[in-house]
């Protein structure tokens, strides 16, 4: 007699793997990872290297000696997780404060839960926020260059060490306003700020190989961006500029696309990025911290779990109940 193999699903296989989603997304990093280079140099390739550096060490170090289980570093979630918290940082920050986020990105934000797949919040968040918290003057200090000129004056567009979340404060202030070169500015890389939230160009590239890979889909991103421009025109910014400027597009297109810690379903994930553009935008306008993103998305995979037990969908052959 036949015996009869019973298994959970899924049953059938598309051929993609888990590896080749992570280095998908590596992939599409790469034009960022350019322009971040580009624009600040040197500096910026040593704090990516430091950041990939330390979450590499950090993983293999627990999973040989902690869990004493085989390594995971070639599917490629480690590395992106420090390229993500690279691309987070400033580029003259400290190399040994980088050491740190990468070990508390790894050891704290994904391996206390058990290693990929169990984590709760998005790790290279966690190592950015806790730099944040711990080190707020050396975390919001720029490099005084590397900025667009002022056709009429020949002036620097950004003054000594702003960054391109003050230029955002100062903007939607009414201090300024958004002309032409604001914009090229921000497509092409030529602001301060963190070395992900230059190069919109770069980034939006990075987004069309996912999505031509089907390595995520669009509802997430163009969800958290849509939520984002409403709600910018709602309290009376420029769409445009809350798009471009700061770190909305890298968290919207790499960080809240990240499979563990968003929804399962098309629903929830259109949920989720709706949520994710509006409290950027509240914290934004009437927070103290002109820049929301890595706070909205933190907070909203904490919601993930509930988004999943309501937004779940329905087993084949069930009726729906009736309210």
């Given at each position: 007699?036949?015996?009869?193999t019973?298994?959970?699903?899924?049953?059938?296989?598309?051929?993609?793997?888990?590896?080749?989603?992570?280095w998908?997304?590596?992939?599409?990093?790469?034009?960022?990872?350019?322009?971040?280079?580009?624009?600040?140099?040197?500096?910026?390739?040593?704090?990516?290297?430091?950041?990939?550096?330390?979450?590499?060490?950090?993983?293999?170090?627990i999973?040989?000696?902690?869990?004493?289980?085989p390594?995971?570093l070639?599917?490629?979630?480690?590395?992106?997780?420090?390229?993500?918290?690279?691309?987070?940082?400033?580029?003259?920050?400290?190399?040994?404060?980088?050491?740190?986020?990468?070990?508390?990105?790894?050891?704290?934000?994904?391996?206390?839960?058990?290693?990929?797949?169990?984590?709760?919040?998005?790790?290279?968040?966690?190592?950015?926020?806790?730099?944040?918290?711990?080190?707020?003057?050396?975390?919001?200090?720029?490099p005084?260059?590397?900025?667009?000129?002022?056709?009429?004056?020949?002036?620097?567009?950004?003054?000594?060490?702003?960054?391109?979340?003050?230029?955002?404060?100062?903007?939607?202030?009414?201090?300024?306003?958004?002309?032409?070169?604001?914009?090229?500015?921000?497509?092409?890389?030529?602001?301060?700020?963190?070395?992900?939230?230059?190069?919109?160009?770069?980034?939006?590239?990075?987004?069309?190989?996912?999505?031509?890979?089907?390595?995520?889909?669009?509802?997430?991103?163009?969800?958290?961006?849509?939520?984002?421009?409403?709600?910018?025109?709602?309290?009376?910014?420029?769409?445009?500029l809350?798009?471009l400027?700061?770190?909305?597009?890298?968290?919207?297109?790499?960080?809240?696309?990240?499979?563990?810690?968003?929804?399962?379903?098309?629903?929830?994930q259109?949920l989720?990025?709706?949520?994710?553009?509006?409290?950027?935008?509240?914290?934004?306008?009437f927070?103290?911290?002109?820049?929301?993103?890595?706070?909205?998305?933190?907070?909203?995979?904490?919601?993930?779990?509930?988004?999943?037990?309501?937004?779940?969908?329905?087993?084949?052959?069930?009726?729906?109940?009736?309210?």
């Amino acid at each position: 007699m036949k015996e009869l193999t019973i298994s959970l699903s899924p049953h059938v296989h598309s051929g993609r793997t888990l590896d080749r989603c992570m280095w998908n997304v590596v992939i599409a990093l790469i034009p960022t990872f350019a322009v971040a280079v580009w624009t600040f140099g040197a500096p910026a390739l040593w704090v990516v290297l430091t950041s990939v550096a330390a979450c590499l060490a950090t993983e293999y170090a627990i999973e040989r000696w902690l869990f004493h289980r085989p390594c995971t570093l070639t599917n490629g979630s480690a590395l992106i997780t420090g390229l993500l918290l690279g691309f987070n940082l400033p580029s003259i920050l400290p190399l040994w404060m980088v050491i740190i986020g990468g070990v508390v990105a790894v050891g704290i934000g994904k391996m206390s839960f058990g290693g990929l797949g169990q984590n709760i919040w998005n790790p290279a968040l966690v190592g950015r926020v806790f730099l944040l918290l711990s080190f707020p003057a050396a975390m919001t200090t720029w490099p005084a260059v590397q900025s667009g000129m002022d056709a009429a004056t020949g002036a620097p567009v950004q003054a000594d060490a702003s960054t391109g979340a003050t230029l955002l404060a100062q903007l939607n202030a009414g201090h300024d306003s958004m002309d032409g070169a604001h914009l090229m500015d921000m497509l092409v890389g030529h602001m301060n700020g963190s070395l992900g939230e230059v190069g919109s160009i770069a980034i939006l590239l990075g987004l069309v190989y996912l999505l031509c890979t089907r390595t995520i889909t669009w509802h997430i991103p163009v969800s958290v961006l849509a939520s984002a421009a409403f709600f910018s025109w709602a309290f009376g910014g420029n769409p445009l500029l809350d798009l471009l400027a700061g770190g909305l597009l890298l968290g919207a297109v790499f960080m809240a696309t990240d499979y563990v810690t968003s929804p399962m379903t098309h629903a929830g994930q259109i949920l989720f990025g709706i949520c994710i553009g509006a409290i950027t935008m509240v914290i934004r306008r009437f927070g103290s911290y002109p820049e929301g993103v890595s706070f909205a998305i933190l907070l909203m995979n904490s919601f993930v779990p509930l988004i999943n037990r309501y937004m779940h969908p329905h087993v084949l052959g069930e009726r729906r109940k009736k309210k």
